[in-house]
């Protein structure tokens, strides 16, 4: 018989982990016969000695299969892209789209808004109609049909994760590298992927406190996921501001489709949204040169193939047909939009991001609980950059809000989370990239 208090002795005392002590750990997890005294054990046990290669994935592996696995019968790569997490990061919403018309399948289980960030779920929720839960049939056709669907993450999916981040959430456990990667590939390789690509967020925003955390967990990611046979690679990039000129839900969804349409391109956005989709064309076989991948974005850009896949994933999964030219339309607008500006003169020297993001939580955008119903038309626009020279009554961002109060909060919010300086500094989008 499996004697939980023995494993998570074993890891205690940092022996090795049998694969099928693993599958058995995770099996009572699904069937309840593991207390939750045990999980928060071993998972502090984990986040005091690591786990080597082999334990990672399989526990990796043994999570994603307590629920069900997606499988495909498609006549081309199936492909996905995760992101650590952050403000203004609408990548999903362009990648997807630009996967799918270069002929990729993107089956994208996304998720809502955690701490300061935002979730694609609660943006794709601005746009009237768009359900975020179809049944898998129908998720299965928008996929083939369409080439991409971006939905939530139903329960039968990985579930011995669910059970176990809600323990580690409330133990200090969170921040273990073995168990975020288990956690995070459990999920994604549920999808039935070839090929991955992780966007592992650096900077003042990040889920990771340091470079050489966020490092540490790209290469952990990296390892598990192609030792499990999906073809990964993880690219760092910057977070230490907004990546989009907007942070809300409904104005990133309008900056989303704007950028589809080539209507307004942010230049830090357009660089690792295209550094990401030349990673899933490159390691799906789809092209052979960088050059050749980039060639073929611009194409589906341009031709306005792109565009034509997001409206036709949101017209199949329940949003308005015409949606990509009538957006404007459909988007929830708040009551306030106004500008705020600089106090001083000088150069943007730095950005606290979590604070911006927590401003958009003010405002309403986020969550403060669990369940909590979020405002969609709420958030920041046209939020200055780092590196900007700025004047005493340059605008520093539009805040667009329910109420004066609230107006008045997000705007000291941003107001002291940006740092007017006299030091140039140089900034970045790409730091890395880990294979
Ligand atoms: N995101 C996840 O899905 N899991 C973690 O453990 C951390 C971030």
């Given at each position: 018989?499996?004697?939980?208090?023995?494993?998570?002795?074993?890891?205690?005392?940092?022996?090795?982990?049998?694969?099928?002590?693993?599958?058995?750990?995770?099996?009572?997890?699904?069937?309840?016969?593991?207390?939750?005294?045990?999980?928060?054990?071993?998972?502090?046990?984990?986040?005091?000695?690591?786990?080597?290669?082999?334990?990672?994935?399989?526990?990796?592996?043994?999570?994603?299969?307590?629920?069900?696995?997606?499988?495909?019968?498609?006549?081309?790569?199936?492909?996905?892209?995760?992101?650590?997490?952050?403000?203004g990061d609408i990548v999903s919403l362009m990648l997807g789209s630009m996967l799918g018309a270069?002929?990729?399948?993107v089956?994208m289980?996304s998720?809502?808004?955690?701490?300061?960030?935002g979730g694609t779920l609660d943006k794709l929720e601005s746009i009237p109609g768009y359900n975020v839960f179809p049944?898998?049939?129908l998720?299965?056709q928008v996929?083939?049909e369409c080439g991409v669907a971006i939905i939530g993450?139903?329960?039968?999916?990985?579930?011995?994760?669910?059970?176990?981040?809600?323990?580690?959430?409330?133990?200090?456990?969170?921040?273990?590298?073995?168990?975020?990667?288990?956690?995070?590939?459990?999920?994604?390789?549920?999808?039935?992927?070839?090929?991955?690509?992780?966007?592992?967020?650096?900077?003042?925003?990040?889920?990771?406190?340091?470079?050489?955390?966020?490092?540490?967990?790209?290469?952990?990611?990296?390892?598990?996921?192609?030792?499990?046979?999906?073809?990964?690679?993880?690219?760092?990039?910057?977070?230490?501001?907004?990546?989009a000129y907007s942070a809300g839900n409904a104005i990133e969804v309008q900056e989303a489709v704007e950028y589809l349409a080539n209507k307004r391109v942010n230049?830090?956005l357009h660089?690792?949204n295209?550094?990401?989709?030349?990673?899933?064309?490159?390691?799906?076989?789809?092209?052979?040169?960088?050059?050749?991948?980039?060639?073929?974005?611009?194409?589906v850009l341009n031709s306005g193939k792109a565009l034509e896949v997001f409206a036709k994933m949101v017209n199949m999964l329940g949003g308005p047909s015409d949606f990509s030219e009538n957006y404007e339309k459909y988007l929830p607008k708040a009551n306030i939009i106004r500008?705020?500006?600089?106090?001083?003169?000088?150069?943007?020297?730095?950005?606290?991001?979590?604070?911006?993001?927590?401003?958009v939580?003010?405002l309403g955008g986020?969550?403060?609980?669990?369940?909590?119903k979020i405002d969609h038309s709420v958030g920041l626009e046209n939020?200055?950059?780092?590196?900007?020279?700025?004047?005493?009554?340059?605008?520093?961002?539009t805040i667009h809000a329910k109420?004066?109060?609230?107006?008045?909060?997000?705007?000291?919010?941003?107001?002291?989370?940006?740092?007017?300086?006299?030091?140039?500094?140089?900034?970045?989008?790409?730091?890395?990239?880990?294979?």
């Amino acid at each position: 018989m499996f004697i939980p208090q023995e494993f998570i002795k074993k890891k205690r005392d940092n022996l090795p982990l049998k694969k099928e002590e693993i599958e058995e750990f995770i099996k009572g997890v699904s069937d309840g016969t593991v207390a939750n005294e045990h999980i928060s054990a071993f998972a502090m046990a984990v986040y005091f000695n690591g786990m080597s290669l082999d334990e990672k994935t399989n526990l990796t592996l043994a999570m994603k299969n307590s629920g069900n696995t997606l499988s495909w019968d498609l006549d081309g790569p199936i492909v996905d892209k995760h992101s650590t997490g952050g403000i203004g990061d609408i990548v999903s919403l362009m990648l997807g789209s630009m996967l799918g018309a270069c002929g990729l399948y993107v089956p994208m289980i996304s998720g809502r808004g955690l701490g300061h960030t935002g979730g694609t779920l609660d943006k794709l929720e601005s746009i009237p109609g768009y359900n975020v839960f179809p049944d898998d049939k129908l998720f299965k056709q928008v996929v083939k049909e369409c080439g991409v669907a971006i939905i939530g993450q139903t329960s039968s999916l990985a579930p011995a994760d669910k059970r176990i981040y809600s323990i580690r959430d409330v133990t200090a456990t969170v921040e273990s590298v073995p168990m975020i990667s288990a956690s995070i590939l459990s999920k994604k390789l549920a999808e039935g992927l070839d090929v991955l690509v992780m966007d592992v967020k650096v900077g003042s925003g990040a889920f990771m406190p340091t470079y050489e955390l966020s490092v540490e967990l790209a290469k952990s990611i990296v390892e598990i996921a192609n030792n499990a046979g999906v073809k990964t690679e993880a690219i760092l990039t910057d977070m230490n501001q907004s990546l989009a000129y907007s942070a809300g839900n409904a104005i990133e969804v309008q900056e989303a489709v704007e950028y589809l349409a080539n209507k307004r391109v942010n230049p830090r956005l357009h660089s690792v949204n295209m550094k990401l989709c030349t990673s899933a064309l490159l390691n799906s076989g789809i092209t052979k040169s960088e050059d050749e991948a980039i060639d073929k974005l611009e194409g589906v850009l341009n031709s306005g193939k792109a565009l034509e896949v997001f409206a036709k994933m949101v017209n199949m999964l329940g949003g308005p047909s015409d949606f990509s030219e009538n957006y404007e339309k459909y988007l929830p607008k708040a009551n306030i939009i106004r500008s705020i500006f600089s106090e001083s003169t000088g150069i943007v020297e730095s950005m606290d991001a979590i604070s911006l993001g927590m401003s958009v939580v003010g405002l309403g955008g986020g969550r403060v609980r669990p369940g909590d119903k979020i405002d969609h038309s709420v958030g920041l626009e046209n939020i200055i950059n780092l590196g900007n020279q700025v004047e005493k009554d340059t605008p520093i961002a539009t805040i667009h809000a329910k109420d004066e109060q609230s107006f008045e909060i997000a705007k000291k919010r941003v107001l002291s989370a940006i740092k007017i300086g006299d030091k140039k500094i140089e900034t970045k989008e790409i730091y890395e990239v880990i294979r």
